[in-house]
């Protein structure tokens, strides 16, 4: 496809009609007009650590609010879930625990709550979709695209949570959410339930708000009534027990001064109680599941999380916001249905009869501190500094045996920041940029890997170190807004990461390495350019977006013989078109929307500094097409959306036709109405029962038959959602 020469038809199309601009996605009517400011109203997105709107920002923001995400977690169960049915150039998820291959725009994004970081780079075990519960989640704000403003993991963006906020009326209020959900045939054991409560007080400066959910998922069955298969390793959802916990303790210090304790607690635990049948790739059987009990303790995933923030947005004249926080997560990675080969270790116990599993550990403690406000005598530029630090721990542990798969791995990194925004001719024109200066070191001690089948009486003995890495990453952009509600930008943003320095250490095989001299875990600095146009008129909301990216050493997935993935650090560089476009029709109410994203991505695999090969799909997600129609009017609410995967073919200078995508089609829908103080709910997921073979197991492991899982058929859920 020539992008420029779609981008440009796309923009002078935009431009000469009367159309409305969205950021991005699937946003409501009400957050168009608080984003455009029509209702005196501006929507705040904290993850880009300013006040000035999203049209004030060169970058593409997605906001999801409540009620949308209210309406995709009905529907398909969890904040990920959402995130990826709502946005183009999100991957579709797996449906397990596990988020592995799940990327944005081609890139890991980094999760957060409240700004609080749930991704663990160190020792990625992709849990971090699941860390609290949607129910306290009040909106989601999506920034695409590689930067460096929540510091380390954003560089294919930012997942940022936002839970509820402070009561704003005086005494009790509250929500209960009670909902069951079926298969397509009702079996007893495909039934699941969610219960939920929360409860706010306010009362003159103090308020606060506790709420519990509890979560029972059933079996999951495909479209021809078939055991969705079982993922023992990785984790699964489905019969599963979820407990959320969470807490919000506020105080106002002055009318502009406000104090904040969040806690938050999340725990995910698998029965335990049902084995995998392996399936047949060629003939096109999925992987299915049977009553039976795995070995070993069952996948689980646990998250803590507690933060005390200061604000003012009064302070000087200017908005000050500071926050400390501790984050711990544990996550259990379920045994296979026999002994793993690599665990084998023949001074333990005979090769083939040694059974272990993994647990990875996580411990974060961060503080964030930073002042904004526009310069005194000079208002038209409002100027941001700030400074970041976070202190992470993470190793992952074999808990059976009591052995080190990961050695304990110390991250700190020191950040000082300032940002610029500044507003021309009256508004016509914005300029933005700034720098962030990362100063990180990883520290790791002697340690030996474990033993392996080369080296069956003993592992490897590597020597620890302290590398340091310090660098400035830059970003910078225009926007332009020739006339109300039109608006175009360009921009150039850095992020930063570190690679999976778990997957790098443990499979080190070579004696005599040493880690100070290891090139192999230094960062990866990743850029972001873009241009696009927003045009937001009348009825009609509409954005393109064009972008492109590169890392000089990024980090690429690989699997090996035995199903485990590597990591490989190659030349990378990503590129891709975004298109979205909502109209208001004519009838009250009535919605249609539509979104789009193409994207490509190429890796250098013989090392000569030009990309030669297409990522596969463990990396890259495929291009899709989103459609949708919503109603929303008096007691009615109603949604029709519909998800076109396309196929997709991987080339490159070695081609695996059986890791290529067929593609498939899912239509989902919701039904909302309002019956006294609670509204009663109806949703089905896969309408139409499609049987697929989910994305992520068509393109990675093409010799593995337990890991080809099918999709979910027709799901339906009957809620009650009520508020007082």
């Known amino acids: 496809m020539n992008f420029c020469r779609v981008l440009a038809i796309f923009l002078a199309s935009s431009v000469s009609q009367p159309v409305l601009a969205q950021t991005g996605g699937e946003r409501t009517d009400a957050d168009s007009a608080e984003a455009s400011g029509t209702d005196g109203a501006q929507i705040v997105v904290t993850a880009a650590r300013t006040v000035l709107p999203p049209s004030a920002l060169p970058l593409t923001i997605d906001i999801i609010d409540k009620q949308a995400l209210d309406q995709q977690i009905i529907l398909s169960g969890s904040v990920t879930d959402a995130v990826a049915t709502l946005t183009p150039s999100f991957s579709p998820t797996r449906g397990k625990l596990s988020g592995a291959g799940e990327t944005l725009r081609g890139r890991s994004p980094l999760y957060a709550i409240n700004s609080i970081p749930q991704s663990t780079p160190l020792r990625d075990g992709s849990r971090d979709g699941f860390t609290i519960d949607g129910f306290f989640i009040e909106q989601v704000e999506l920034i695409y695209g590689s930067n460096a403003l929540q510091g380390i993991g954003g560089t294919g963006g930012i997942v940022n949570q936002v839970t509820v906020g402070a009561p704003k009326q005086e005494g009790l209020s509250g929500r209960v959410l009670l909902q069951g959900t079926a298969d397509n045939d009702f079996r007893s054991d495909g039934f699941g339930a969610k219960a939920a409560g929360l409860v706010q007080y306010k009362a003159d400066r103090f308020d606060a708000t506790v709420g519990a959910s509890y979560e029972r998922r059933g079996v999951f069955y495909d479209a021809r009534g078939r055991n969705v298969g079982i993922n023992l ?177 110390d991250f700190r990194s020191l950040a000082p920041f300032a940002q610029a925004n500044l507003k021309l001719f009256d508004g016509l024109v914005r300029l933005a940029g700034g720098a962030r200066w990362e100063n990180v070191e990883i520290k790791i001690d002697d340690y030996t890997t474990i033993a392996t089948t080369t080296t069956p009486r003993g592992g490897v003995l590597v020597s620890g170190g302290s590398p340091k890495f310090d660098d400035v990453l830059f970003n910078g952009g225009v926007i332009i807004e020739p006339a109300q509600g039109i608006r175009l930008y360009a ?234």
């Open 491 to 724: 921009s150039y943003a850095e992020g930063f990461t570190v690679p999976d320095v778990g997957r790098i250490t443990r499979a080190i095989g070579t004696r005599g390495v040493d880690l100070d001299n290891f090139l192999d875990i230094s960062p990866i600095i990743s850029n972001n350019r873009e241009i696009g146009a927003e045009v937001k008129r009348g009825p009609v909301d509409a954005s393109v977006s064009y972008f492109w990216s590169s890392s000089t050493r990024g980090q690429l997935l690989v699997a090996r013989p035995d199903g485990i993935f590597d990591v490989q650090r190659q030349r990378i560089e990503i590129e891709g078109l975004e298109l979205n476009l909502g109209v208001q029709l004519p009838i009250d109410g009535l919605r249609v929307s539509a979104g789009y994203a193409h994207i490509l991505g190429r890796t250098d695999t013989n090392g000569d500094d030009r990309v030669d090969t297409d990522l596969d799909g463990t990396n890259i997600s495929p291009d899709r097409l989103n459609l949708a129609a919503s109603f929303d009017r008096g007691r009615v609410s109603a949604r029709v959306q519909t998800q076109v995967y396309f196929s997709r073919t991987f080339n490159g200078l070695v081609r695996d036709p059986r890791n290529d995508f067929g593609g498939y089609t899912l239509t989902d829908a919701y039904l909302g109405y309002d019956v006294g103080p609670g509204r009663i709910i109806l949703s089905a997921q896969n309408i139409f029962n499609r049987q697929y073979i989910d994305y992520n197991s068509d393109v990675r492991l093409p010799t593995d038959n337990l890991s080809f899982f099918a999709g979910r058929g027709r799901t339906m859920t009957l809620a009650w959602d009520m508020r007082f």
């Open 233 to 409: 390793t990785q984790g699964e959802t489905q019969t599963s027990d979820a407990i959320s916990l969470f807490g919000r303790f506020g105080y106002a210090l002055s009318p502009s001064a406000r104090l904040d304790l969040m806690a938050s607690r999340y725990e995910l635990k698998g029965d335990g109680d049902f084995v995998a049948v392996a399936g047949n790739r060629l003939t096109g059987l999925p992987t299915s599941a049977v009553k039976g009990t795995p070995p070993g303790k069952p996948a689980a995933n646990r998250t803590e999380s507690v933060a005390l923030s200061l604000t003012d947005t009064d302070l000087g004249g200017g908005n000050f916001v500071s926050q400390i926080f501790f984050n711990r997560t544990r996550d259990t990675f379920g045994g296979e249905l026999g002994p793993i080969a690599t665990f084998q270790d023949v001074r333990i116990a005979p090769v083939g009869t040694l059974f272990d599993q993994s647990q990875n550990r996580s411990r974060k403690l961060g503080g964030k501190i930073s002042y904004e406000r526009a310069i005194p005598g000079f208002e038209d530029l409002t100027a941001i500094v700030g400074f970041d630090a976070l202190f992470d721990k993470t190793e992952q542990r074999l808990i059976a045996t009591g052995r080190i798969w990961v050695p304990p791995t």
